[in-house]
């Protein structure tokens, strides 16, 4: 059982293997937060320490009336806090009353516990597999002053040891009624010392790791650029300051949403700390009509006791698991080249044919036609919008392209960037009102387009229309779907003044109902999201694409430290990285095949140049290369990783895949800056989840080590020059 409701004291112990959500109904009414940790067997004993929890407030705390001025919920924790009672902290709830006001009690009025998930109508989420240890516990709480219901709804996945959440209002009233805030999870805990780790960057520098002390007051992360950003992914963890990788409580915390989102803690004065994550409230409001109701997007809680490693294997495997989706979910990705960093917008049928060639001849599986197909795009600044294939640039059309793709032995995709439109387009000429934009305002152009107006059914309409067309009169077996900027000057002409602030919620849900369609209507079809890179990845776009391009920083040093944060919470799989060509074209760095093979292996994995191009030594390494992925694919796609050396930390970067049957370890090492002396130059390479009791070949010598030497010993490695790289592979012999 994953969800124990203890009748006698009700209190509910939302339980996975190792973890556990405790909440009691205090006087059979307000829901009081108690435990969020390690795994408690039963919660008979909570009672006894009841009175230690319900303590008054001190003198500028203002008590609860409606519990005979008992206690403040600025120290009691309830579960789900609201705004204006008694408790003065960030709530998870803020409603604007019909008379202006903005105070909410929620009391518990019923419980339901299920086996298994309801659908959430709409968003992306995680799902239940037959055969899947999995509860749900829908919580209906209410405030009988507004006539608001409020259900919690939790999952606990019991062996992925995690917790999900989304929060549903229904506005029973006969009144209309605005919500200003709602978080998906927040939770409080009684912990002191934490740090608040999460991943900040930039374009082509996106996923980069920041682990800094929390404060009292405490600290926020948040995107306003309507995608869930390069600058902040949305996940946080908060950590013991003693957790590492291997040890320490650890608590995650990821959104499944690919929009505007807050994440972040407070901390009060007598050190709770409460963790929240949901959609940015800034620019955000929601009007509930009597009758309407609104969900959130559902958050992930992962609480590990055993560091970082264990927090972020739990989050691969439900991403890869119970988010991810579809044909791809488990099978090896196919290998591809994509011409954009051979070509750009320089290309006709005979170049592309000529790069399919080479690819072909090399073991490419697939070949992807990359932006500047259609319209009369020959640069970034038109077309975007005019889906039709560019004749001058190829005669045959992309039909023809990809039949002749086809005959050369290999698989054809496509890039599209649906979303945006360019005002030199015929799609803005004939409907210039479908961009997001201010009536009476310029429209501030980002890459010299804007954003279509997805908060609108037609609008979405028209890109589903659009793109099944292309996708029906060719043979398309792979879709990049792109969206290069940010969303600014927000306003609809869909929408009356009060709805404004649901624009940019709304041009989210109008993206997961049109990729929600297209991914039911074409599942053969393998879609990769892509944002300039990797500025909307998140779990919400891996629900209906199951990789996402990391970064168009495809420098492969650059890329160590990209790939090591993403992995915090992304699984390889979802990881799409290529070799380019040296040196490279975003940040000008020279960097040998080897490492750039190596390092894109630990993604899935493609090529991005012109093979033509190559010296007869390169060939010779990208043939090496591919031999070797063949063999390691589906123990980095698949298996389980483990973080070894930390570029953050030292000059060596170093993963391990341990393959799901266990037979075949893959470890990649690389160094990014030597250093002076032999000494702090070598390295100690200690694996991790391996049969101590078994041997392992290591195939690059031969060699033969005890899985108990490999990891309490280790080996010891030195790379000679900078940025160099080793996949060693493993396997186990007895
Ligand atoms: C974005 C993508 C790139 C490439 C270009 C094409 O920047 O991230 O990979 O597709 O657009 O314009």
């Not at 640069?379 to 919008?385: A, K, R, V």
């Not at 229309?465 to 043979?475: G, P, R, V, Y």
């Amino acid at each position: 059982m994953a969800i124990i409701f203890n009748e006698k004291d009700k209190i509910f112990n939302i339980q996975t293997k190792n973890s556990s959500l405790v909440f009691g109904i205090y006087k059979d009414k307000l829901p009081v937060m108690l435990h969020y940790g390690k795994r408690l067997k039963d919660t008979y004993d909570i009672k006894k320490t009841l009175d230690f929890t319900m303590v008054k407030g001190t003198a500028h705390n203002a008590v609860l009336k409606d519990f005979d001025n008992e206690f403040s919920t600025e120290i009691v924790s309830t579960l789900y806090p609201t705004y204006g009672n008694t408790d003065l902290r960030n709530p998870a709830i803020s409603i604007v009353q019909n008379n202006g006001t903005m105070c909410s009690s929620f009391y518990y009025k019923s419980h339901k516990i299920i086996k298994g998930k309801n659908k959430i109508e709409g968003l992306p989420q995680t799902y239940v597999q037959d055969g899947d240890n999995v509860e749900s516990l829908e919580l209906c709480l209410y405030d009988d002053i507004d006539n608001i219901e409020l259900i919690l709804n939790y999952s606990a996945f019991y062996d992925y040891d995690i917790i999900t959440q989304s929060v549903k209002v229904i506005n029973k009233s006969d009144k209309e009624i605005k919500i200003d805030r709602i978080m998906s999870a927040s939770v409080d805990l009684k912990h002191k010392n934490l740090d608040f780790i999460h991943l900040q960057g930039a374009w082509c520098h996106e996923c980069h790791i920041q682990r800094v002390p929390v404060m009292t007051g405490g600290m926020t992360i948040d995107s306003k650029r309507g995608c869930s950003s390069p600058n902040h992914n949305p996940f946080f963890a908060l950590a013991d300051k003693c957790a590492n990788e291997d040890m320490g409580e650890v608590y995650g915390f990821n959104l499944i949403y690919s929009g505007n989102f807050v994440a972040g803690v407070e901390v009060d004065s007598i050190k709770t700390t409460r963790a929240y994550i949901g959609i940015n409230p800034f620019n955000f409001g929601w009007t509930l009509e009597a009758g309407e109701s609104f969900t959130t997007p559902e958050a992930m809680m992962n609480y590990s006791c055993e560091g970082l490693g264990k927090m972020s294997d739990n989050f691969h495997k439900i991403i890869r698991k119970r988010i991810c989706r579809g044909k791809y979910r488990d099978i090896r990705r196919p290998l591809l080249l994509n011409n954009w960093e051979a070509t750009y917008f320089d290309f006709d049928e005979e170049k592309l044919l000529k790069i399919a060639k080479k690819a072909k001849e090399t073991g490419i599986e697939l070949f992807v036609l990359d932006d500047g197909w259609f319209g009369k795009r020959n640069t970034d600044n038109c077309s975007l919008g005019d889906w039709y294939v560019n004749k001058e640039k190829l005669p045959s059309g992309i039909d023809g392209l990809a039949k002749k793709v086809n005959d050369l032995g290999l698989k054809f995709g496509l890039w599209f960037e649906p979303e945006t439109i360019c005002v030199d387009s015929d799609l803005y000429r004939a409907h210039p009102d479908w961009c997001i934009h201010i009536e009476g305002r310029p429209q501030n152009e980002c890459r010299n387009e804007l954003l279509l107006d997805l908060s609108r059914d037609e609008v979405c309409d028209y890109v589903i229309d659009i793109m099944s067309k292309n996708l029906s009169e060719a043979n398309i077996s792979y879709v990049k779907w792109d969206m290069n900027r940010s969303m600014s000057d927000i306003g609809s002409c869909g929408f009356a003044p009060e709805r404004q602030c649901e624009i940019a919620h709304r041009y989210i849900l109008g993206l997961y109902r049109i990729m929600d369609t297209l991914t039911k209507k074409f599942p053969d079809v393998l879609f990769e999201g892509c944002a300039s890179g990797g500025a909307r990845f998140d779990a919400g776009i891996l629900y209906y694409f199951p990789q996402i391009w990391t970064s168009d920083c495809s420098d492969a040093v650059e890329r160590m430290f990209i790939q090591h944060g993403a992995s915090l919470v992304y699984p390889t799989s979802a990881m799409s990285a290529h070799v380019s060509a040296s040196p490279n074209h975003q940040v000008k760095r020279s960097v040998s095949m080897k490492t750039r093979g190596n390092v894109a292996m630990c993604g899935t994995f493609g090529y991005e140049l012109d093979l033509n191009k190559l010296t007869e030594e390169e060939m010779e390494e990208v043939n090496n290369q591919i031999k070797i992925y063949e063999d390691v694919v589906n123990i980095t796609q698949q298996g389980t990783m483990y973080r070894l050396l930390s570029p953050y930390e030292q000059s060596y970067v170093a993963w391990e895949y341990v393959s799901e049957d266990e037979q075949k370890v893959v470890v990649m090492l690389g160094i990014v800056l030597r250093q002076g002396g032999i000494r702090w130059d070598t390295t100690k390479l200690i694996l991790k989840g391996l049969d101590k009791d078994a041997d392992y070949v290591l195939e690059n010598t031969g060699e033969v080590y005890s899985g108990d030497f490999l990891m309490n010993f280790g080996l010891y490695k030195q790379l000679y020059q900078d940025f160099d790289t080793e996949l060693l592979i493993f396997k186990k012999v007895k």
